[in-house]
């Protein structure tokens, strides 16, 4: 594929990273009804693509495939020289059942799974390393001088925050506990921002802003539904491994985002863009976001993804993107 994906600064750390990142969320997905989303021989493939398109930042989680994400990405990396990609891996969620010490953010739970995450990428470093939801149990001094460690030890290089969780009270608590202790701060937000999805805007934007913390959206295309490929009427597509989730057609299949894809459609008929092209092109020009991290199950998909980076929008058409009707929204942790 001819395409060279640009490059942005990551807030205002000093790292570079594509102005679209690769999200590897499905790699060793099991949906609901039982379906593998994406096998290794096709994350490999959807790698290749990525590479091929100039991409260089590629988003996992300890959790993603039960670790198999991690390790097909560190086998793919491995042909590679590694110094070339920039990886943000996540730990949170529970690795085991029935252990309390073995979720969340507590010393023990942080450090054993950051061991697993490099040894499964078969790398000595993390480019970033976000907590995948906060934790109220944990002592906020706690995981932060845990995380101080890993970034002063040379294991992780940023840290970065998930979710609408930390909200901007939290996050700016937390950041002002590292000021006054010299630990590294939280310089990179993940929440979900998407054209129908805006809980965000508002307060959370603003700080991000204020504070030159870089904002690396997941789910940009709404799961799929920015796409165009659901329509009104119609049963979801068999295609479609997001109807497979529970709650996603109630939550997604709604008027009022119908009205906004209607608008991202009329945008991309006069620029000769597809709808997810669109709304990929959207993030690209909003100025507090630095990269969507999109994903894909095809290489035909992520192909189309891609090009986004080619699309242009007028002033007048992100005001009519930014400005369509969209909402109620889930507050989603
Ligand atoms: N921090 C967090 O808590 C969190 C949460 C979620 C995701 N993430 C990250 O964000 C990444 C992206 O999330 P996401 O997968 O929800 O992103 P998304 O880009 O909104 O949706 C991707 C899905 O939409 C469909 N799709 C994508 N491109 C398409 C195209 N051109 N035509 C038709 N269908 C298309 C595919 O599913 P179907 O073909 O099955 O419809 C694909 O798997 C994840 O991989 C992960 O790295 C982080």
Redesign the pocket.
Known sequence: MSLDLDTVALGTTGLSVSEIAF????FGRETAAGNL?TDRETAHRLLDAYEGAGGRFI???NVYGEGDSEHWIGEWLAKRDREEFVLAS?IYFPTRENDPNAGGLNRKHLRRQLDLVLDRLDTEYLDIL?V?RWDEQTPLREFLSTLDRFVKSGRVHYLGA??LRPDAWRLARANELARQHGWEPFSIT?P?Y?LVNREIEGAYMEFCRERGIGIVP???????FL?G?YEREDSPPT????SDTEGWRDRYLTEENFKTLDVVRAVGEKLGA?P?QVALAYHRHHPDITAP??????VD?LE??LQAGTVSLSAEQFDRLEEAEAGPFDNLL
């Open positions: 999200g590897t969320w499905r989303e988003d996992t989680a996540k976000f995948h998930s979710t993940q979900r998407n997941w789910s940009p295309l709404a799961q799929g796409t490929k295609d479609s491994t997001a597809t997810a991290i999109v994903g894909a199950r095809t998909q189309e993804n």
